[in-house]
């Protein structure tokens, strides 16, 4: 930025001002009458009553009570009457006090205006010019405090510094034109070449360094610290910038700190932000509530609010995109407009470009994310391959390494595989072989048995038809079953230290019989017995036990009416024969009776031995 050399035309104005004043005075002196009478008798040349001393001429002119003055050069202390402890040395100086006291003036036409002010110290030609009331100012060089007329306790060092001042007090200023323009303002501090050269009203700043806070005029408690730091701010308030360039553009803006080389250089009207590195929120113009820590930290950020970057060029291509946190070096590097992102971690969503709701904390986390949203990644190089997936969870060092474009993933101590979509993956094959959840053991729930595949997927065993396909009956490939050998065995203490007895099968046994019926590992190892299946053909067998237990008693059942039939008809024919029995046992009576009736009586025969 081209920067007028105001401070040459500053002091060359001043030297001629100087030299017109002298031949005026000069001049003026010339047309009056000789003095006809001193102040001290005799004429001025050494040591006087009052323990005043004078040397020159006209030195003390009008002193009538004044005590312990000092007095050195033409019309130095000219009107003094009353005034004590003062100390003249230069043409003119503290030509008009009269009863001022306590002032030390060293230069020509220094306090040059001086009447009642007191405790004042000027050196240099022209330093203090204007004073008139104004107490307790310390002004050094060609001139310092200039204007001052009744400002008090004010401070300038350096050719011009707070020149024109009239009544601001406890103002500083150190260097050439320091808080040139201040008229009114107070409690200022300047330190450089031209700092706070046009501040007229402002208050409470500090601006130390060339052309700090340089068109500063009537903003407040600012602080700058470097060169050109804060040059264009004019009403901002309440701004901190220390380094070269820092806050630079900044007009109306306030609330802002800087800190570094060219930190928040473009800020303009925007307030409540931070910027400590080189080239911190370098491009930032309006865009408030941003903290950018780092050397490019926010570097490229213009309008948009609530960023917060810690380390080198965190955030550092960021425009638009507002609420986004990135702690580490290039954390964040490429986002633009994205929104409400958080990277901690060197490099952690370095790519992302306008991808939302990221959180990436470790170093490379989501490093090649661009437009994914809403992923979640911790620990080193984290989904360090997703590009586009969103809604991903990655927890543990090179969690989800292998995703790059897929989505809903979960990934704890797992590497993902590549385009897998709505995928819970946790721990590693072969490092994690045991496991434990707590909250599952000797918990009593209702529902549907876990199964685990072969490659270690869990789920349960679908029974919908809607799941399956060549559904046909099992007939006879249950008949397996009756060439399995149950035992009894118990685990080896590596894997059971307890030896509790179990019941089941072995294996290798059921594989030779029917190999679907067993489990394989990922390796294809034989690794359990499929028992759900088992179970499966085990109903089916009992179904035809069961079917033809049916048959049985069908057949039974008929048998038993076949006897009881016969039963019948047998008891009927016994019956029917005893009837018959009975009547031929009626009729024989009868016979035997008729036979009887019809015998010869018996006679006797009579022995005539």
Known sequence: MFTPPVTNSISRSVVRRAFLLMALTLALFALLPAPKAFGVSPAPDGAYAGQNTAEGQNALQSLTSGLHNTATGFNVLFFNTAGSFNTATGSQALKSTTTGANNTATGFNSLFSNTTGGNNTATGAGALFSNITGHDNTANGLGALDSNTG??????????????????????????????????????????????????????????????????????????????????????????????????????????????????????????????????????????????????????????????????????????????????????FSNTTGIRNTASGQGALFSNTTGSGNAASGRSALFHNTTGTNNTAIGFSALVSNTTGSE???????????????????????????????????????????????????????????????????????????????IQSMDKASDALLALRPVTFRYKPEFDPDGIAQFGLVAEEVEKVNPDLVARDADGKVYTVRYEAVNAMLLNEFLKAHRTMQEQEASISQLKSMVAQQQKDFQATAAH?????????????????????????????????
Do not use: W
């Open 577 to 609: 024969q005893q009837e018959q029995i009975e009547a031929l046992t009626t009729g024989l009576q009868k016979v035997s009776a008729q036979v009887e009736m019809s015998r010869p009586k018996p006679q006797m025969v009579l022995n005539n031995q």
């Open 392 to 470: 991903n969870i990655a927890v543990g060092y090179e969690a989800g390494i292998d995703l790059t474009n897929g989505s809903n993933n979960i990934d704890i101590g797992n590497h993902g595989n590549d385009g897998e979509q709505n995928t819970i993956r946790i721990g590693i094959d072969f490092t994690h072989v045991r496991t434990f959840i707590s909250g599952i053991s000797g918990v009593l729930v209702t529902g549907t048995a876990v199964q685990v595949s072969g490659s270690g997927q869990l789920g349960v065993a679908a029974s919908s038809a809607r799941f399956k396909k060549d």
């Open 151 to 332: 400002g008090s306790l004010n401070t300038a060092v350096g050719a011009s510094a707070l020149f024109s001042n009239s009544t601001g007090s406890a103002n500083t200023a150190n260097g050439v034109s320091a808080l040139f323009s201040n008229t009114t303002g107070n409690n200022n501090t300047a330190t450089g070449n031209s700092p706070l050269l046009h501040n007229t009203t402002g208050n409470n700043n500090t601006a130390n360094g060339f052309q700090a806070l340089f068109h500063n005029f009537s903003g407040n408690d600012n602080t700058a610290n470097g060169f050109r730091a804060l040059f264009t701010n004019t009403t901002g308030t309440n701004n901190v910038a220390t380094g070269f360039d820092a806050l630079l553009s900044n007009s109306t803006g306030g609330s802002n700190t800087a800190s570094g080389a060219g930190a928040l250089q473009r800020n303009t009207t925007a307030s409540f932000n931070t910027a400590t590195g080189f080239r911190a929120l370098q491009s930032n113009t309006t865009g408030g509530d941003n903290t950018a820590v780092g050397d490019g930290a926010l570097q490229s950020n213009t309008t948009a609010n609530f960023n917060t970057a810690t380390g080198s060029q965190a955030l550092k291509s960021n425009t638009t995109g507002n609420e986004n946190t990135a702690i580490g070096e290039q954390a964040l």
